[in-house]
């Protein structure tokens, strides 16, 4: 059985910098891609980015590009978001994802999904 473990949110002032990580077992996951997303309150989850195991394939949205980086270390199966220059609007709770095949901005077509971790950024 899959799981994802998110670590690394918290409370930042506007402009700061935080890195969420996420701890994945259970399985194999040289065929996965690996998604962030986010929901605030009120609102549908939505897409940040997604990475493929082999690192060869990334995606932002574009809220994020630039600002966001993805990127993952397959010796310790995790997966990581570094947020620099964090806005109020970054606030949500963000999760971490996996699912095989390709890489795709739908929430709904992910198989495996982590517990979330809180992200507020102050203005």
């Known amino acids: 059985q899959v799981q994802l473990v998110e670590s690394g949110g918290g409370l930042v002032q506007a402009g700061g910098s935080l890195r969420l990580s996420c701890a994945a077992s259970?399985?194999?996951?040289?065929?996965?891609?690996m998604g962030w997303f986010r929901q605030a309150p009120g609102k549908e989850r939505e897409f940040v980015a997604v990475?493929?195991?082999?690192?060869?394939?990334?995606y932002y949205a574009d809220s994020v590009k630039g600002r966001f980086t993805i990127s993952r270390d397959s010796a310790k199966n995790t997966v990581y978001l570094q947020m620099n220059s964090l806005k109020p609007e970054d606030t949500a709770v963000y999760y971490c994802?996996?699912?095989?095949?390709?890489?795709?901005?739908?929430?709904?077509?992910?198989?495996?999904w982590g517990q979330g971790t809180q992200v507020t950024v102050s203005s």
């Open positions: 259970g399985r194999t996951f040289s065929n996965y891609y």
């Open positions: 990475i493929s195991w082999s690192g060869g394939s990334i």
């Open positions: 994802a996996a699912r095989t095949g390709w890489g795709t901005r739908d929430p709904m077509m992910y198989n495996y």
